[in-house]
């Protein structure tokens, strides 16, 4: 389907990316050439699934629940994207130990990854709620196609014609790495139900021993209350080249569930058909099954 092109769009290995801070050469670079460390940290999703949420929970981890740093860097220079012109230099920039972000699916990911034995943390949220973040935030951010009316945009969503490809095979092509002991994947809806606890398995995953105070201080400095008014990390800091800051932000609701305001029954259903389609064979279950 069409949809308006806020901006012009190129195809990577048939995957959707914006001119606009995106290249060929540069998604090229960091498929063959970036050179993943041991001790890189990656905060990997599919967009509108807690990327924000969980960079700043790796952010205040990495700094023992101090929250100096996510009060005084801007999120996205505490985790570059790999993938972003822009992002790439402030990545190689960087000193170690990273803390690096993605939005990539798996089969454009770094080669040397496969060989290192740096951390990967997945972060997974509802098809449905992601659909509908997705919707909103695309009105706002330049970078994404305007979403159109809710049924072009779900046939796009389906199809996975959309920045970053199709959601169903980022996420099986990423939950096929688990098993593996640098893998570590969540859910948005985990977080949600019991931060503490995601917080203290985020710990153990990362082999940092946090006192209870310190988990504390984790949990309270990324509460969606805590984040929105960080200048910091609530997005108010992004250009107005790159979003329609009265169009939408990056917190908007933060719940689980906001798809049964926008969502049809048979738009739903839809979703639940390929999702157990396409992520049956995994043998999870998700939560919001
Ligand atoms: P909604 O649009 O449903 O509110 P991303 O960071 O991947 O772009 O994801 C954005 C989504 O995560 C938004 O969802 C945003 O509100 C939610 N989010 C960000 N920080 C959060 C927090 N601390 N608690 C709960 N949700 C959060």
């Given at each position: 389907?069409?949809g308006?092109m806020?901006?012009?769009?190129f195809?990577?290995k048939?995957?959707p990316?914006?001119c606009?801070?995106?290249?060929?050469?540069t998604l090229?670079y960091?498929?063959?050439?970036f050179?993943?460390?041991d001790?890189?940290?990656?905060?990997?999703?599919?967009?509108?699934?807690?990327?924000?949420?969980?960079?700043e929970?790796?952010?205040l981890?990495?700094?023992?629940?101090?929250?100096?740093?996510?009060r005084s860097v801007?999120?996205l220079?505490?985790a570059?994207?790999i993938e972003?012109n822009?992002?790439?230099?402030?990545?190689?920039?960087?000193?170690?130990?990273?803390?690096?972000?993605s939005h990539?699916p798996?089969q454009?990911?770094p080669r040397?990854f496969?060989s290192?034995?740096a951390?990967?943390i997945?972060t997974l949220?509802?098809?449905?709620d992601?659909?509908v973040?997705?919707?909103?935030?695309?009105?706002?951010?330049h970078?994404y196609?305007?979403?159109?009316?809710?049924d072009?945009?779900?046939?796009?969503?389906?199809?996975?014609?959309l920045h970053?490809?199709s959601w169903f095979?980022?996420?099986?092509?990423?939950?096929g790495?688990r098993?593996?002991k640098?893998?570590?994947?969540i859910?948005y809806e985990e977080?949600?139900?019991?931060?503490?606890?995601?917080?203290v398995?985020i710990c153990?995953?990362?082999?940092?021993?946090?006192?209870?105070e310190?988990?504390?201080?984790?949990?309270k400095?990324?509460?969606?209350?805590t984040?929105?008014?960080?200048?910091m990390?609530?997005g108010?800091?992004?250009?107005?080249?790159?979003m329609?800051?009265?169009?939408g932000q990056?917190?908007?609701k933060g719940v689980?569930?906001d798809?049964k305001n926008?969502?049809s029954?048979e738009?739903?259903?839809?979703i639940?058909?390929m999702?157990c389609?396409?992520?049956h064979g995994?043998g999870?279950d998700?939560?919001?099954?």
């Open positions: 389907s069409q308006v806020a901006t012009q769009f195809t990577y048939g995957i990316f914006p606009l801070e995106y290249s060929p050469e090229d960091v498929d063959r050439q050179q993943v460390q001790d890189d940290i990656f905060n990997i999703t599919y967009p509108k699934s807690g990327t924000n949420w969980m960079l929970i790796l952010s981890i990495r700094c023992d629940g101090d929250p100096s740093w996510v801007l999120n220079r505490r570059p994207w972003t822009r992002g790439l230099q402030n990545a190689l920039r960087y000193p170690p130990p990273r803390l690096l972000s990539l798996i454009l990911f040397s496969q290192s034995q951390k990967v997945y949220r509802s098809p449905k992601v659909l973040s997705l919707y909103h935030f695309s009105q706002a951010l970078l196609k305007d979403p159109g009316p809710m072009a945009f779900l046939q796009d969503f389906l199809s996975g014609n970053y490809g095979d980022h996420v099986a092509g990423w939950l790495l098993g593996q640098n893998f570590f994947y859910t977080l949600q139900q019991d931060l503490q606890g995601s917080v398995r153990h995953f990362l082999g940092k021993k946090l006192s209870e310190q988990i504390s201080s984790v949990v400095n990324a509460s969606f209350q984040m929105r008014e960080n200048q990390s609530n108010s800091q992004i250009p107005d080249e790159y329609d800051h009265q169009k990056f917190l908007r689980s569930g798809w926008l969502l029954e738009q739903s259903h839809r639940t058909t999702s389609e396409r992520l995994l999870i998700f939560p919001w099954d």
